[in-house]
Each structure stands twice: as C-alpha cells, then as structure tokens.
C-alpha cells in the first residue's frame, strides 16, 4: 500500500485507526523524538529506561493528533508537521503539568460549587529542575443542575515515561463529555467512553487506573472504578471508614454499570479519593487503620490526617508512587448520611476482605 501523500491524510489514517497510520508516524518521529529526549534526560540528570520513554513519547504525539481536527495539519509539508509535533513534546518536557515546592497545590482543576468544600495534595514522583512532575492527573466539572464530578487517573509506572501519556489525559478527558450531548450521563458510560478512545493507542502492557465520582445535589454520591479504588469515608463524627472498589483498567475492559456504588451524604460529611500511590506510601506505616486509629484524625481532616501520616513516612524513606488526593466536604444537609455504626466501611463493598479480596485486582 502507498504511502500517506500528505500530513493530513495520515492524520486521517490515525482517526480511522488504521495500523499502517500509526506505523508511519513512528518511522517519521522515532529518530527525532529519541534525540530530543535523550537530550531533557540527560540535561536534568534523570535515570529512566530509554526505551520506555521514547515509546511513550510516541504514543502522545499519537494521541494527540487523534484528538485534533484534521483541518489542523492542512497543508503542512512533512518538515512542518514534524516540527510541530517536536515542539509540542517539547514544551511538555520543559514546562511539566506538575507542581512546584513540595507538591501541595490547590484544587484549581475543580469545579466551583457552593455545596463542595475541596481540599487537594498533589506529589508527583519526580522533577524537572523545581517542577514536580507523573503520571497521576486529576479534574472536574459540574452539570447545570449542580451535580459535581471529580475524576482521578494513574497512569501505569511512574517518572517521565507515565507522565508523557498522563499529559494526554486533558484532551481525552474533554473528548468524552461531547460523546454525550444533551444528557447526563452515567459514570460508567463516561469512563467507557475514555476506554475506547485510549484502547488502541496505549503502548502494549499500559493502562490508566481511574475513578470517577459523581455527587448531586442532593447528597447521592456515585462511584465508578476502573481498576483498583479505595476511598475513605466518615460521616459526621463517626469513625472514618473505607471503601475498596474494583473494576477493569482502561484500556483492558470497559467499565460496566454493575460496577457503580452509590453512598448517601449528609452536610459535613468527607469523602477521600486517592490514587494507590497514597497506599504504597503507607504501607510500611500502618496503612490506612494505621491513621484511622490516631486520636488527632478525629481532629482533622481525612486528607489532614493522611497528608500528615504521608510526610511521616517521608521523612524516613523515598517516594515509591506518584501521590494524589482529594477531600470533598458535602455542605448542603439535604441529604440523609447512611447511619452506619461507627467503625470501619468495609462490607458489601467489592474488595472487602471477606468478599472479594484485593480491592486493586482488575477483573
């Protein structure tokens, strides 16, 4: 078969998802894409598998003009085309979606709501120069009925290699909310539709960890998993809880409804959403039980509370994981909480230990 004449319609060969179109664009940006980032690596001292990192340098460049018009390409010839896509990979390595300091960062990817209190903490793995920089990425948006959606990713690994496909996640992310116009949808459709826009274009072995979390205005809280998910309740005063849930990665098995849970929120009622970095971290330490039991996570907040048994196990050894948290206070006392004795939420939740096992097995 002949060669794509033009940028365009090689482009229109990626949206197809026609193999050969994939295959062309690696032969045009291997040598190119290998050189530039050899070139970062070695300027900012990082030690990572080159392989991994150009193949994931690829697969953005990849989803990237997947997720463009192909209008956008018209009439370029194959240097210009070329060199935009280096000058795009580029700016990524040089300006990182992470964090500066000590990766706190506030809940700007959030949407504002007057019945949501945010509080967020941010740790990517690694940097560049002062940025902070992984393969965890979190957002949000709000429907016009005031519902709220907050959405975690990990992306497999971590470094720069899991970052580079992690900055893709934005473009995927907008994408999936036009693929339901006119309706809201349920959580599980809207990952779905997330699972067949990234399921031929990760590389082989690579898939995204995610949960999305859909509150209305009325307290209802519902949970869709793609992989492993736990998440931390407490309600009023009572003891904090957890919740372990689980489905298919992204990019393996598309979500299902069945996979949903729903809980019940009352005003002043936290809800804690982490990527399993949070876990890693903690698991020399007591895990989760290990903040639960403290007398001063009564005190605080559930993410106050973990970000400060976090920086303890900090203090004695390296980061293992990108780390990603996200508290969501409930303020509007319409709902009804769950009434649940205090103690620990474990059970009928999928993952429990008397149920299903790990709650971080995919299916």
């Not at 894409?33 to 050899?38: F, N």
């Not at 876990?279 to 007398?295: K, T």
Request: aromatic share 8%; net charge negative; glycine share 12%.
């Amino acid at each position: 078969m002949d060669p794509y004449r033009t940028p365009q319609e090689l482009v229109e060969g990626l949206h197809a998802r026609q193999p050969r179109a994939r295959k062309e664009l690696f032969a045009l940006l291997r040598g190119p894409i290998d050189r530039l980032l050899t070139g970062v690596l070695k300027r900012y001292g990082l030690h990572e598998e080159m392989d991994l990192v150009v193949l994931h340098g690829l697969h953005h460049a990849e989803t990237h003009l997947r997720f463009r018009p192909t209008s956008a390409v018209a009439g370029l010839s194959w240097e210009a085309f070329r060199a935009s896509l280096l000058m795009h990979v580029a700016k990524l390595a040089v300006n990182p979606h992470g964090s500066a300091g000590n990766g706190l960062i506030g809940p700007t990817l959030l949407p504002a709501s007057p019945m949501v209190e945010y509080e967020t903490f941010f740790r990517p793995y690694a940097r560049l120069g002062s940025q902070f920089f992984g393969g965890d990425w979190y957002a949000g948006r709000s429907d016009d009925d005031g519902t709220v959606w907050v959405f975690l990713a990990d992306v497999t690994g971590h470094g720069f290699y899991a970052y580079l496909l992690a900055s893709a996640l934005p473009a995927i992310w907008a994408r999936c909310w036009l693929l339901h116009p006119g309706r809201s949808p349920e959580p599980a459709e809207v990952l779905t539709a997330m699972h067949d826009l990234v399921s031929d274009c990760l590389p082989d072995g690579i898939f995204l960890e995610c949960l999305l979390a859909r509150l209305d205005p009325r307290g209802k809280m519902t949970f869709s998993p793609a992989g492993g998910a736990r998440v931390m309740v407490r309600y009023g005063s009572q003891s904090p809880g957890m919740m372990k849930l689980r489905g298919s990665w992204l990019g393996l098995k598309a979500p299902t409804c069945d996979e949903q849970r729903e809980i019940q929120l009352g005003a002043g009622d936290e809800v804690l959403l982490t990527t399993d970095g949070v876990f890693d971290q903690l698991e020399d330490h007591g895990g989760a039980e290990g903040i639960f039991d403290r007398p001063a996570t009564r005190m605080t907040s559930l993410l106050v509370s973990f970000r400060e048994g976090i920086e303890r196990s900090l203090a004695n050894e390296p980061q293992k994981d990108d780390i990603t948290m996200v508290l969501l206070r409930y303020q509007d006392g319409r709902g009804e909480n769950a009434g649940l004795e205090d103690g620990p939420i474990t059970l009928p939740f999928p993952g429990g230990k008397s149920s299903f096992g790990r709650g971080d097995v995919p299916v």
